[in-house]
């Protein structure tokens, strides 16, 4: 199994991390992927950039170096209700959205609280993925958030960074890995590059899957075809 779409990484945009949006492109082709989602966080994150920033990914080319690139962006869920940072208006330019809970733009509060809000982004027809679910500070009702991510035909994010900086949050997507299988829950193979060597590293992920034995054809970036397969099931003909 390999992985041909990177959907999940940041530059510099994102105001804590480290390399261009070409430099990332460019990294993700030596690795030998085929497409690169350039998910920059929310105004929300401290350091990110404005709302302008998302409206403009238009001026990027869809191509660069035979590396197709989706316009994107990591939006920051800011109330419990599972709003987000980004106006409609901007979702509507970009590709994939992924839509995440930090503890930098909302406190950690229940797990009531935690679950409806990333049911809430669920049910926004503009969000496409739920960033790393597996976050020891927003524990959630997995069963429920997976479900819901059935009923909108939403991906869930296994996300790499997470095994690393994100304590005890293996023991948590291994439950929602299990679910997403029990349902037949489309997953996200994210690295969560902050620095360009990390792009397209789901080490950990990928032994997960193949451990745990779960669908291929429910990996929503394993292949190019596959992601824009996903894309134009949310209407997002790329």
Do not use: W
Request: a negative charge; charged letters at 25%.
């Amino acid at each position: 199994m390999f992985l041909e779409v990177e959907t999940h990484c940041h530059t510099i945009a994102s105001g804590h991390a480290y390399n261009t949006l070409e430099e990332m492109v460019l990294e993700a082709k030596n690795r030998g992927l085929k497409g690169i989602c350039i998910t920059d966080h929310g105004p929300e994150m401290p350091g990110s950039c404005s709302s302008l920033y998302f409206y403009n990914l238009v001026v990027v080319p869809r191509e660069i170096s035979g590396i197709m690139i989706f316009r994107g962006c990591e939006a920051n869920i800011i109330d419990y209700e599972g709003t987000i940072d980004i106006p409609e208006s901007a979702l509507k330019r970009l590709d994939f959205v992924i839509a995440s809970l930090h503890d930098v733009c909302i406190p950690s509060g229940t797990v009531s609280d935690h679950t409806r809000a990333l049911i809430g982004a669920i049910k926004n027809p503009y969000v496409h993925c739920i960033g790393h679910p597996g976050n020891p500070l927003f524990e959630i009702d997995r069963e429920a958030v997976v479900r819901a991510a059935k009923e909108y035909n939403k991906a869930i994010e296994i996300n790499n960074a997470s095994f690393y900086v994100r304590q005890k949050s293996k023991e948590n997507c291994i439950e929602i890995l299990k679910l997403c299988k029990k349902y037949g829950v489309y997953i996200a193979m994210g690295s969560d590059a902050h620095f360009k060597t990390d792009i397209g590293r789901c080490d950990v992920t990928r032994k997960l899957i193949e451990e745990y034995d779960f669908p291929q054809d429910l990996i929503v970036n394993k292949s190019l075809e596959s992601f824009l397969e996903f894309l134009r099931l949310h209407g997002r003909d790329v």
